[in-house]
């Protein structure tokens, strides 16, 4: 097929060199611009954008679709689908019926539960069992079209944000190729409207950690905010994160040290965490064990 390919982020690349694997001519790659990064604030090309460079494809990225001479250009491609995976920018309705087939969404939930910009993170948050992708075919509403096909997927219970992206995001490239081949034979089924709940973006605020709150809640936060933006506790004064966690049948007082074997264990407001990989700010991340060599914190120390 003559496809478009719209996506920004790591998460779309695998996704983007499977469609390019299964022979498909890709006609265009839309993508975020680049936009300043690092110590230099250097303009820096987005994932998507380098993978796409690097494969020889055309690349666009226009700050919106307003300008009429942008939608022009966009339904001058002719293209039979537009795969839209982690773009980042709302689609008009001219550019969603451009493409002979529509655009099809790969959405990192089991929809309609999670619609909106952070499935992954409130999926983790929420302790839920289970996640998986949807193929969307879009239309105006956020998350709400019918959906093609689905792929379920369990979440682990040391499943970090990091490590459940990495997996969706194989399981979403393996998605799309099978909807595509299979696409005269898909019925597209109607979200249902009960269940529905919205990921909102992830806020900064959200990341200090209470340890009066049950371990479960506290280990569910450690994980869902790994790697960014980093849950967070203070240790005299000193800001550090929490990336790596789970659930230890120790207890004491909320904030306290209780154990710094094979991992440094926190006591909640009921039961523990035992937390594995942390980091010091400005430090890189490191391993428990390597990580108090450097900052001693015993047992029976307080973190705020």
């Given at each position: 097929m003559r496809l478009v390919f719209m996506?920004?982020?790591?998460?779309?690349?695998?996704?983007?060199?499977?469609?390019?694997?299964?022979?498909?001519?890709?006609?265009?790659?839309?993508?975020?611009p680049p936009r300043p990064a690092g110590r230099g604030k250097k303009d820096r090309p987005t994932p998507v954008h380098k993978r796409a460079v690097e494969l020889g494809l055309m690349v666009r990225h226009p700050l919106n679709f307003k300008d009429e001479a942008e939608k022009q250009e966009f339904c001058d491609?002719?293209?039979?689908?537009?795969?839209?995976?982690?773009?980042?920018?709302?689609?008009?309705?001219?550019?969603?019926?451009?493409?002979?087939?529509?655009?099809?969404?790969?959405?990192?939930?089991?929809?309609?539960?999670?619609?909106?910009?952070?499935p992954i993170h409130r999926a983790i948050m929420a302790g839920d069992?289970?996640?998986?992708?949807?193929?969307?075919?879009?239309?105006?509403?956020?998350?709400?079209?019918?959906?093609?096909?689905?792929?379920?997927?369990?979440?682990?219970?040391?499943d970090t944000t990091a490590s459940l992206h990495d997996k969706l995001s194989v399981q979403?490239?393996?998605?799309?190729?099978?909807?595509?081949?299979?696409?005269?034979?898909?019925?597209?089924i109607l979200q249902s409207q009960d269940g529905v709940t919205y990921a909102k973006k992830v806020e900064k605020a959200e990341a200090r950690v209470d340890w009066s709150a049950p371990a479960e809640i506290v280990d569910r936060?450690?994980?869902?905010?790994?790697?960014?933006?980093?849950a967070w506790c203070e240790y005299l004064g000193e800001r550090i994160k929490l990336l790596t966690s789970s659930l230890s049948e120790k207890s004491g007082p909320a904030g306290q040290v209780c154990g710094v074997e094979d991992g440094l264990?926190?006591?909640?407001?009921?039961?523990?965490?035992?937390?594995?990989?942390?980091?010091?700010?400005?430090?890189?991340?490191?391993?428990a064990n390597t990580f108090l060599r450097g900052l001693n914190i015993p047992i029976g120390a307080q973190l705020d």
């Open positions: 996506g920004t982020p790591d998460f779309s690349v695998p996704i983007l060199d499977a469609l390019v694997d299964a022979g498909h001519e890709i006609v265009c790659v839309y993508c975020q491609l002719s293209a039979d689908l537009a795969v839209v995976v982690a773009y980042g920018l709302i689609l008009p309705q001219v550019i969603l019926d451009a493409p002979q087939m529509g655009c099809w969404n790969i959405h990192a939930s089991l929809l309609p539960r999670w619609r909106g910009a952070a069992a289970q996640t998986g992708i949807c193929i969307m075919q879009m239309e105006a509403g956020l998350d709400t079209g019918p959906v093609l096909l689905r792929g379920e997927m369990a979440i682990d219970p040391t979403g490239a393996d998605l799309i190729v099978e909807a595509i081949e299979r696409h005269a034979e898909l019925s597209p936060q450690i994980r869902a905010l790994s790697p960014f933006p980093g264990t926190i006591a909640c407001g009921q039961g523990a965490v035992r937390v594995r990989k942390l980091q010091r700010a400005g430090k890189s991340v490191q391993d």
